[in-house]
């Protein structure tokens, strides 16, 4: 008796829960629907991306023998929704004796998954992730009673369970953690090595060609798409991220560059998070290449902490917490996302590059989102549940358990410090030692006030006044308030009015 496996869009991995249990006469079931593609207006890079790896993902499995039940987007008009593409199949297949899932990434998905239960006449299966290494009940358990869930320990205790870069254990080299050498600024001569891209097939040009039709007003060109679709082309694309830029990740994590979207970054979250990767495979190819010599431990470990702890603690956190994690505000940010978060086109230099990169690519790194979009967005108090929105639709990686806590909690302090133990604010002086933006941009980084001054800069005081009752108790933002109270009256009344002059004309920026 055949059994309907549901496989959804961030699922496509060979290795997934649900397949794993796979039988002869079972059929599995692909959906391009109109309410996962809408939800909210996804870059264009990220529905071809999908949609192109869902259809490779379905062919292959096909190949091997297996029946696939395939709903291409738009071909049955009635079909909107994953509940919608289930009855339809279950309708065509009346011998479907169950309904297999594994758990999916987004609590408002869950809920209608959950629905079935009640609404098909076959039950419903629902099994854990273990594409993830800390399933949801560890997570619970480590942080049962904790007063604060910080990364760090969740990391180490991570480390311990999976072994990697552990003597005995002792940490490798002595130290859970290197970041303190990870945080060099580019060098002027040097030149990045680009990722490894590809070249459309007839699958992924027709999907572009798909896209470009049904969803034009959304961010981002069709025509120069170069992601990886199968498993086979992101495990080559991360290898040579290995061999490449993995040397030197450490060292650069942080920095930004004019012109230079990717660096020592390896542009695989993307594929990491739709399935194509495995988190265990890319975690022993980087501890091979450090105990091989080729690469420092700075680099090995910066990158491993990116996936077992930091990757696997904002997803038990997202679940731990969540449906009210997205209700937050602690900060009463309410102001409208200017335009320029959709088209780029503003003075400030920084913000225009890391929105370039943002539409080109669907892609921008870590401190481009946590220092220059979500910092602006943190300074100027803009409305969270716009900004989460944005985040969520404009990148190729981001799916609501990734993208909720950094975006909400890391970028925007609006769950008042349950993630990030102070408000990543900075003003223009940071963005300047960590890139050369500020060289080629119309605005001053060393002014606070006058016509040419940096934005950030009055914004940043700006942000610590208008704050100060929920954040001056903060010790970690003691000396920022201490150097803000050390200015004149007259010094802190022109600040904020310059802050008050810029927030008025936040568009025109
Ligand atoms: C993001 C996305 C998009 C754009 N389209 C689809 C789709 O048509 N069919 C599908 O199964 N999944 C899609 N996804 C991914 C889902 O939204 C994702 O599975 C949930 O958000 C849970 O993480
Ligand atoms: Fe950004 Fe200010 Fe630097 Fe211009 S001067 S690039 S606005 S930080």
Redesign the pocket.
Known sequence: MPRLIVVLGDQLSPALASLQQLLPDDIIMLAEVGQEASYVKHHKHKIILLFSAMRHFAATLQQQGYQVCYIKYGDIAEIISMTDAVLHVLAQHPAVTTVIITECGEYRLQQEILSWQQLLTVPVTILGDDRFICDLARFARWAKGKKQLRMEYFYRDMRRYTGLLMQGDKPEGGKWNYDSDNRKAWPEQQQPDAPLSFAPDAITAEVAELVQQQFAANMGRSDNFSYAVTGKEARAAFLHFVKQQLPQFGDYQDAMRLEQPFLQHSICSAYLNCGLLDVRWMCNKVQQAYQQGLVPLNAAEGFIRQLIGWREYVRGLYWLKMPAYKQNNFLHAERALPGYYWHGNTS????QQAIKSTIDHAYSHHIQRLMITGNFALLAGLSVDEMTDWYLAVYADAYEWVELPNTLGMALFADGGMLASKPYAAS?AY??RMSN??KH?S???KNITGQDA???NALYWDFLQRNQQRLSANPRLALAYANWHKRSDEDKAHILAKAAQTLDTLEQL
């Open positions: 400030m230099r920084c913000m223009g963005i300047n933006y500020c941009c605005y001053n980084v940096c934005p950030f």
